[in-house]
Structures are given as structure tokens and as C-alpha cells.
């Protein structure tokens, strides 16, 4: 069964930092692209960004939202990836989620539960 | 970036009830476009892909359908079970995007 578990989300101050983990189970990661997308509270669906495979060299995507400020990684050893989050703002405030997507021009196919991420004073 | 509009935006509507929901994009994406369900606090749920393609363990009663510019998502007999956030996302071209969402209330 694919499970993914977010974690590492929290309360940071404008213009600090955060790391978010996302455990993968139940499938290769190394063979799939992974996202993040994110939902600000009461708020619909927005993409963050994406790494691809391995057999894509493990290539990265992001909105211009974050260009520059966060960056994804991916740890396929342990089966884990990654969202660093630098220089947040208060409109980074969202639930952010982990989701696989197969290789190619595919949807999101499986999500993990999500993780709350709130930047305030 | 390719922007994704849904109408309406609120659908209220009772058991048994046949329901359409529209999106619409901003450029073509040819067919590569899903439809996802959201129930509140739960993560996203994939129910059709590649526009009219039905993901497996979807119920038969969620169908979808359009290319181009203009998709649909029918709910051919709406089930209590239905009742919850939909929405559409296009994965033709970066940045990916999604629709604004369609809340399907009970009447």
C-alpha cells in the first residue's frame, strides 16, 4: 500500500525557516516524480513544485511563488523527500502536502495526510 | 501560467441528482487534465485523469469528459457520499495549476 507521512510543519516568524520531511512507503521513489502543493486555510489547491526521477536526473520544478526560496530534495535511501523553506512569508501560511506522480505527463495519484505550516509574529 | 476556471463555484443539490461541473482553461492542454476530490481536512482524492480516464476504485457514476479548452465532471447520481470539494488541474505545461473548486452542498 503507498503511504506517504508529512511532518516537520509548525509556527515560524516571517522571514525564517522550515523543513519539511515526507516519508514515502508501499513503492520505488526513485522511479517517480514527487510534488508539493499546498492549501492555504480555507483556501483551494496551489502547486509548489516538483523533483523528478532518477531516470530524469532528479530535476526540479517550482511555481514563481517560491522560486528561489524553497527548495526541494529527495533522499531515496531512506525513502524520503524533502521541502526546504527559506525566507517565509506570511502568505506561505498553508497545509502542505507530499504527492506522487508517475513518470510523464501524469496527475497526482497518491497524497499524505498533510502538515500545517503557519508564519506569524 | 495556464489558468483553470470552475463554475459554479457552490452546487447544491440532493441524493439522487445528476451534476455537472465545468473548467475551463485558459490555452488548450489537449486532454491532460484530472479531477480531484476534497473532503474537509482529508488530502485530495484522484478521480479522473486524462480528462475522461476513471481512476481504479472510482464508483462508475463519476465520469468526465472535454479537450481543449472546456471539461466537464459529471456525477450521474449524486450519493451521500459525494458531497465535498472538486476540483480540476491541468498537467499540459509549468507551472501546474488547479481550478478555484466546486463546494457540492446538500439542498
Not at chain 1, 53 to 78: C, E, L, P
Request: positive net charge.
Amino acid at each position: 500500500e503507498v503511504q506517504l507521512v508529512e511532518s516537520g510543519g509548525g509556527l515560524v516568524q516571517p522571514g525564517g525557516s522550515l523543513r519539511l520531511s515526507c516519508a514515502a512507503s508501499g513503492f520505488i521513489l526513485s522511479d517517480h516524480y514527487m510534488d508539493w502543493v499546498r492549501q492555504a486555510p480555507g483556501k483551494g489547491l496551489e502547486w509548489v513544485g516538483r523533483t523528478r526521477d532518477k531516470g530524469n536526473s532528479y530535476t526540479t520544478q517550482y511555481a514563481a511563488s517560491v522560486k528561489g526560496r524553497f527548495t526541494i530534495s529527495r533522499d531515496d535511501s531512506k525513502n524520503s523527500l524533502y521541502l526546504q523553506m527559506n525566507s517565509l512569508k506570511t502568505e506561505d501560511t498553508a497545509v502542505y502536502y507530499c504527492a506522487r506522480t508517475s513518470v510523464g505527463q501524469n496527475p497526482f495519484n497518491s497524497w499524505g495526510q498533510g502538515t500545517l505550516v503557519t508564519v506569524s509574529s | 501560467d495556464i489558468q483553470m476556471t470552475q463554475s459554479p463555484s457552490t452546487l447544491s443539490a440532493s441524493v439522487g441528482d445528476r451534476v455537472t461541473i465545468t473548467c475551463r482553461a485558459s490555452q488548450s492542454i489537449s486532454s491532460w487534465l484530472a479531477w480531484y476530490q476534497q473532503k474537509p481536512g482529508k488530502a485530495p482524492k484522484l478521480l479522473i485523469y486524462k480528462a475522461s480516464s476513471l481512476e481504479g476504485g472510482v464508483p462508475s457514476r463519476f465520469s468526465g469528459s472535454g479537450s481543449g479548452t472546456e471539461f466537464t465532471l459529471t456525477i450521474s447520481s449524486l450519493q451521500p457520499d459525494d458531497f465535498a470539494t472538486y476540483y480540476c488541474q491541468q498537467y499540459n505545461s509549468y507551472s501546474l495549476t488547479f481550478g478555484g473548486g466546486t463546494k457540492v452542498e446538500i439542498k
